[in-house]
């Protein structure tokens, strides 16, 4: 511990040294501010500001709607942009340091067909970042969607290099790494199970949320912990000009939101539900065999402001969401088997401007998921929880040095405390007194990290972010730790006792980029970045489930090392309102955990035992094609790539391709606005199948039939296709008043895509085996009515 | 209010699309080469030993194996012993003399078509039953069949695996889980319970087998799930397919296992 600090400390004074060396004392003023919706108040994300005069200086807003601008004194135009916005233009004599906050109203589409901005909005070209791409709720809302339910898991899923988990499902993969490589963070909480309903749906209400970045590559040095990507979800502030009430009532779910303006403007609050219903109709319509399923969701979120002062401004964000699992065949057979789960988040943070250059963020974040399997139904109960909770401390600085640099740091700890399975068991069942004895001790763990990183405008055709991430990991008592012998027994074990350290890992991350600008319309990049991961999750099943459970490092199980080559070429057409890239990547990943055959990995103490250890690799190019303004807007995104895994005692030590190794992807999104009040819209998918464990022929052991395997992943499930359409048609729109439906249909030609492929015995001629596919979704309509006033 | 029709007419289009679909489809599977299975056995109880073999065949066959015929089976134990088996019948091989005895070591070597194949296997001790126990599962007032219970102590020291097994002369009653293994791993030295329920009746007659098998065994049938066909729903949270682990050479599928084994008969009141 004391070397952590001290560690710290010397970050801390490198930080000073770095700070100082910035200040170049010139006679410069800061312009600077908050940047905000003129309807409702709600902060912009990443607007952009430029100084006409002076073509290689501007600045985005950060993650709270801050912006600083550094110019030498002088009279200039500062132009304000955001998409789908009205760019504003102002004039300013700058002699002191100016605080200027910023209200931009919407681009009305309504009658005036697209003014095309007469401002560049280029900043794909010439911003550092690659490999990200930021969606806003609003101008996703048309795209045609499972159920109704607007979901930007799905909606990302159609980005080029990311693909599902199966059929209709929520959980993604990025770059060919694993579905417990991706970073959720919801107003800077982790969100461990982004999923309700077995994974048909995303845990993120697209009523609460404001917008949602995905970074692939280049992995800015303020996010660690996972390697393959980070979803950065940021919710609504809520309207903090009017009270509004929105909402929808959809086949499958309904939705209420409620945002308001608290004292006079100074704060505003937002909190918004919804809750499915199709238990309900199972229950009342359903075949006699599923009357006793019952599946059902509901979430919360929540989030409130408070300007205190013109430097000071609180946040508290939380979100609560269960979701209830119950699959019965007979009630009186006591057979019952069901699954519960929920996260919950909270988030309080405070926002403070120090002058006009720094503003710094702090946050106290928790987070809590647990999922609960139970057997049995009444007094034969048996329940199996599995979980996780963090508490965390997170400060992160943002200095505006002057034009050329905008440095990052802060720090964050967190600590962690892991469930790996508490039994619970009602009196009369049967399995349970046996398994009682299976409680497994809880796992406590510290993870520290702080960050340096500097976005540096070199000069006309070069910028820089480069940054550095100290990571730390340390599990900590109470705990007994087991060592193995090669048989998977117990060798030896030790006890530890409260925050007594068994096991530190620490991880030196360096993170760079750098884009070539070649010139207003295209520009080349490229970037690296090295992150561990501390925690992996576990699944043996086929398919995710929410039972899956989250391990951390200890001395046996080693971080995942993940390391990432890319280099992209971006370019604009038609005035910026057409973009293109073409990105290349290569990634490799360490320490990657796959399963002992037959590995029993619920409730397991010893479950380390069952864990073989191996690598991974991916590469692929992805090609991009976004047409932002017009009638018809939309993107098509495509997809070569390979993922590989390889581990000593699998397959025989010869690598195979991973299940999410996806050969060809491609999506294509169209959007087309009729006139204002009718909107058409389509959504096309298809993509090389799974790789899957098929058998290559059977044997017999007493008399059942058994499969014979012969390579991991050697075949492919059948190819994926789908489209999905959609129609929205905007009812009245007053001041008051707006309304809309939305009509649509997924898989809209009912292509029977598989869900899963099982061999089994032919029940109609006992000497066959068949091979059976389920599909789950063909034809799925539905309409939504959603208002707001 | 005509809108609010609409909606309701679409409600059982949906719940019809919810279901979900399934359909026998017939994939281009690889014909694997023909590979060597065996079923081998050696008890503490008197012989004959048999041993199996046989080929695997190409997925969408008929499920008829081939045998292997003229094929050398010897087993050898680690006292000195061994014997040759004799093909009785095709595919089947049997001993004539060796005694099965617990505590030693088996070896079992087969050549086939000019591939050797072996396996080893421990005889562990065999185990009293404490009680076998059979009781009516009652709902409702009614008797809907019998649960039958066996009961046995571990000794002390981990690494005693045991498959309990159940046999009746009313198969048709008896249910498909009647054989389940288990491991001291986490209840070492304590006092084990088995319970299998069953739709048997009264005047069945149920014999209880309780084998006390080595490692390799255990490991065996504690994999062979992932190899066996599952129904769809319970693919949700099957296991990834695999071959199951076995203690033959040489890729060569199937089992070899010396196991101890105590019995017990009962007629169901």
Redesign the interface.
């Known amino acids: 511990m004391v070397d952590h600090f001290s560690l710290l400390k010397k970050t801390l004074l490198f930080l000073l040294i770095v700070g100082t060396f910035f200040l170049s004392g010139q006679n410069k003023f800061t312009i600077s501010g908050t940047l905000k919706d003129q309807k409702t108040g709600e902060v912009l994300i990443g607007a952009i500001v430029k100084v006409k005069e002076l073509p290689l200086v501007g600045a985005a807003s950060n993650a709270y709607g801050f912006y600083s601008v550094s110019v030498p004194e002088g009279k200039y135009t500062f132009s304000y942009t955001y998409i789908g916005y009205t760019t504003l233009d102002t004039s300013i004599d700058l002699h002191h340091n100016l605080k200027f906050n910023i209200e931009l109203g919407e681009t009305s589409t309504t009658l005036k067909e697209i003014v095309v901005s007469s401002e560049k909005a280029n900043n794909n070209i010439v911003s550092s970042q690659m490999s990200a791409q930021t969606l806003n709720v609003k101008e996703i809302k048309s795209i045609p969607v499972f159920f109704g339910e607007k979901d930007i898991l799905k909606t990302i899923q159609l980005l080029p290099g990311i693909t599902n988990v199966s059929d209709g499902t929520s959980g993604f993969y990025v770059r060919g790494g694993g579905a417990d490589q991706n970073l959720i963070l919801l107003d800077e909480a982790i969100v461990y199970n982004p999923t309700h309903l077995?994974g048909f749906f995303s845990v993120f209400n697209s009523d609460a949320i404001k917008d949602v970045t995905i970074f692939k590559g280049g992995i800015p040095a303020e996010y660690g912990g996972r390697i393959s990507s980070v979803l950065d979800i940021k919710m609504n502030d809520g309207n903090s000009k009017k009270l509004s009430v929105s909402g929808g009532l959809g086949?499958?779910a309904s939705r209420l939101t409620v945002e308001a303006p608290i004292n006079k403007g100074k704060g505003s609050f937002i909190i918004s539900g919804r809750r499915t219903y199709?238990d309900l109709?199972?229950k009342a319509?359903?075949?006699k065999n599923l009357r006793n399923t019952s599946l059902y969701f509901y979430d919360f979120n929540l989030k409130a402001n408070y300007q205190l002062s013109s430097k000071d401004r609180v946040f508290l964000s939380g979100y609560f969401g269960k979701d209830n699992f119950t699959?019965n065949n007979s009630a009186?057979s006591n057979r019952g088997f069901g699954i519960n789960w929920g996260n919950a988040t909270g988030t309080l943070r405070w926002n403070h401007i120090f002058g006009e250059k720094l503003f710094l963020n702090s946050s106290l974040i928790f987070t809590n998921y647990q999922s609960n399997i139970v057997l049995g139904a009444g007094d034969a109960q048996f329940k199996v929880t599995t979980g996780i909770q963090d508490f965390s401390l997170k400060e992160d600085f943002n200095y505006y040095v002057n034009n050329r640099h905008v440095v990052k740091f802060g720090f964050q700890s967190m600590y962690h405390t892991f469930i790996p399975g508490e039994v619970t068991v009602n009196t009369a069942s049967?399995i349970g007194p046996?398994r009682l004895?299976?409680t497994i001790e809880r796992k406590h763990a510290l993870e520290n990290a702080v960050y340096i990183s500097d976005d540096y405008t070199v000069c006309s055709w070069l910028k820089l972010a480069v940054g550095f991430r100290l990571s730390t990991f340390t599990s900590v008592g109470p705990n007994t730790v087991y060592s193995y012998d090669a048989?998977g027994?117990?060798a030896d074990s030790s006890k530890y006792k409260n925050n007594q350290p068994i096991k530190t890992y620490i991880g030196y991350e360096p993170r760079a980029s750098a884009t070539f600008i070649i010139n207003d319309k295209s520009s080349i990049k490229a970037s690296y970045n090295h992150i561990n991961q501390y925690l992996h999750l576990l699944s043996?099943?086929?398919?995710s489930?929410p039972?899956d459970i989250w391990v951390p490092c200890s001395q046996i199980v080693k971080p995942q090392i993940g390391d990432q080559e890319a280099i992209g070429y971006f370019r604009n057409f038609r005035n910026n309102s057409i973009e293109t890239s073409v990105e290349g990547f290569y990634k490799t990943m360490q320490n990657q955990i796959d399963?002992?055959?037959?590995?029993d990995l619920r409730f397991n103490?010893?479950v380390e035992s069952q864990l073989v250890f191996g690598k991974g690799w991916a590469y692929g190019v992805e090609f991009f094609i976004k047409k932002k303004t017009g009638k018809l807007t939309g993107w098509v995104s495509y997809t070569l790539s390979r993922t590989w895994r390889q581990f000593d005692s699998l397959n025989y030590g010869n690598k195979f391709p991973a299940k999410q190794d996806i050969i060809n992807n491609l999506s294509i999104v169209g959007i087309y606005k009729l006139n204002p009040k009718l909107t058409f819209s389509a959504t096309f998918v298809y993509h090389t199948g799974f790789a899957a464990?098929?058998?290559?022929?059977?044997?017999?052991?007493?008399n059942?039939?058994?499969?014979?395997?012969?390579e991991?992943n050697?075949?492919r499930m059948?190819t994926y296709h789908r489209l999905d359409i959609g129609v929205t048609l905007q009812g009245r729109k007053t001041e008051k008043f707006e309304s809309d439906?939305n009509f649509s249909v997924y898989n809209a030609y009912g292509r029977?895509n598989p869900?899963?492929?099982?061999?089994?015995?032919d029940p109609n001629d006992?000497?066959?085996?068949?091979?059976?596919?389920?599909?789950?979704?063909?034809?799925?309509?539905?309409?939504t009515y959603n208002f707001k006033f | 209010m005509r809108k609010s029709r609409y909606f309701i007419l679409l409600i059982p289009a949906v719940i019809f699309s919810l279901y979900a679909c399934e359909k026998v489809v017939t994939l281009d599977l690889k014909n694997a080469d023909k590979q060597v299975v065996v079923q081998g056995n050696v008890t503490n109880m008197p012989g004959p030993y048999i041993v199996n073999l046989n080929y695997t065949i190409p997925y969408y066959s008929s499920n008829t194996f081939p045998v292997i015929t003229g094929a050398q089976v010897n087993i050898y134990d680690d006292a000195g012993n061994s014997e040759a088996l004799t093909e009785t019948t095709q595919g089947v091989y049997k001993t004539a003399s060796l005694i099965g005895t617990p505590g030693r070591k088996y070896t079992i070597q087969i050549v086939a078509n000019g591939n050797t194949y072996s396996g080893i296997s421990a005889m562990a001790l065999p185990l009293p039953i404490d009680s076998f126990l059979i009781q009516p599962s009652i709902r409702n007032s009614i008797v809907t069949g019998y649960r039958v219970t066996c009961k046995f102590t571990d000794p002390v020291g981990v690494g005693n695996h045991y498959r309990v097994l159940i046999t009746s002369n009313d198969t048709a009653n008896l249910g498909q889980n009647n054989s389940r293994i288990v491991s001291d791993k986490l209840t070492d030295g304590k006092q084990l319970s088995v319970s299998f329920r069953t739709k048997l009746i009264s005047t069945d007659t149920v014999k209880i087998l309780l084998q006390c098998i080595d490692k390799s065994t255990y490991d065996f049938y504690n994999t062979l799930q992932g190899a066996v066909g599952n129904s769809s729903i319970s693919q949700f949270l099957a296991a990834l397919p695999a071959n199951p682990t076995n203690n033959i050479s040489n890729k060569g599928l199937g089992y070899f296992a010396a196991y101890a084994v105590t019995t017990n008969t009962k007629v169901i009141p």
């Not at chain 1, 066959?768 to 309409?783: D, E, G, H, M, N």
């Open positions: 077995l086949l499958i199709a109709f199972l319509f359903g075949p699959f009186a049967s046996t004895g299976r048989n027994n117990i043996n099943a086929t398919t489930t039972v399963y002992v055959n037959g590995a103490k010893t464990t098929f058998p290559s022929g059977k044997y017999q052991i007493g059942q039939v058994v499969n014979y395997y012969t991991r050697g075949y059948p439906w029977q869900y899963s492929i099982s061999f089994q015995p006992p000497t066959k085996t068949q091979a059976v596919q389920l599909s789950l979704f063909r034809w799925v309509p539905s309409i």
